[in-house]
């Protein structure tokens, strides 16, 4: 990844470039696409290290990437050969702590996706038993069983008094601190690689997403098959996001050659 290129594709995974069986299949052209073009393409996403780690293996991706929410960037350093972190937030004991403080002030067993045995796991989320080891290995965040709405309101007020906030995601929801968040990461990863004129290209399904939406130059919100997630749709309607014309993986692929098409820098 050059450091001073002038468009970063930064991308939820889950939901986004993902359908809810994993299947990116729809956007590997478009991959191949950036990658012949040196656009980097950053996962930004709920996701463990070790669960992108994995996903950029499998798929030949090899620019930094940013994990839990926003909570941690990591990234490889080619003249060391080693890997290097810049970490946003609390740790994962202090924040399970906090989470538990918070089910006793709504009184509201809050349960940590750690706290489910393996068969409850692949219930929820479909993965196998090593993908499932990768998404329990868990350091800057907690995912939770998402709560009814009143509850999860309840939720978002007692987090102010702990400096944490908490996102809610289509199969569950994320507490961490409140210094994490995903908009914040890609401003720090700018930073560590020393390329604040980057323009960034944004794509996300969820509410977690708002942040990085928010921050990002072009925002695209991903669609999943019954529509826009509903924390979103005020984004849509005032104009600031735009709204892919499919879900996960093809209106991912669409919504980044439609993009790409018209910025000067790429066409023939």
């Known amino acids: 990844m050059s450091n ?15 359908d809810e069986n994993y299947d990116i299949s729809p956007a590997i052209k478009t991959l191949h696409l950036l990658s012949e073009l040196d656009i980097p393409v950053i996962p930004c996403t709920s996701k463990t290290a070790s669960e992108v780690r994995y996903f950029r293996k499998q798929n030949g991706l090899f620019d930094p990437f940013i994990v839990e929410n926003g909570a941690a960037v990591y990234g490889f ?32 067993h809050l349960i940590p996706l750690n706290d489910l045995n393996k068969d409850q796991i692949f219930e929820l989320t479909g993965l196998s038993d090593q993908s499932i080891n990768r998404a329990l290995d868990r350091q800057w965040s907690v995912p939770f069983l998402n709560p009814p709405d009143e509850i999860f309101e309840k939720v978002k007020r007692v987090c102010q008094t702990y400096n944490v906030h908490v996102f809610k995601g289509n199969r569950m929801s994320h507490l961490l601190s409140s210094e994490s968040h995903k908009g914040e990461a890609v401003n720090k990863l700018k930073v560590h690689l ?10 996300g399904d969820s509410q977690n997403d708002l942040p990085l939406l928010e921050y990002a130059d072009i925002s695209i919100v991903v669609p999943g098959k019954n529509g826009p997630n509903k924390y979103l749709q005020e984004g849509i309607d005032k104009g600031k996001f735009r709204l892919a014309n499919a879900p996960h993986a093809q209106g991912w692929s669409n919504s980044v050659e439609d993009v790409i098409s018209n910025i000067n820098d790429f066409k023939c």
């Open 194 to 203: 020393k390329n604040k004129d980057v323009k960034i290209i944004a794509l």
């Open 77 to 108: 350093n080619k003249s060391s050969l080693s890997e290097w972190e810049l970490i946003l937030g609390m740790s994962y004991k202090d924040l399970r702590i906090i989470l538990m403080n918070i089910s006793n002030i709504v009184n509201y």
């Open 4 to 18: 001073y290129s002038k468009y970063w594709i930064v991308t939820d995974l889950d939901g986004t470039l993902m």
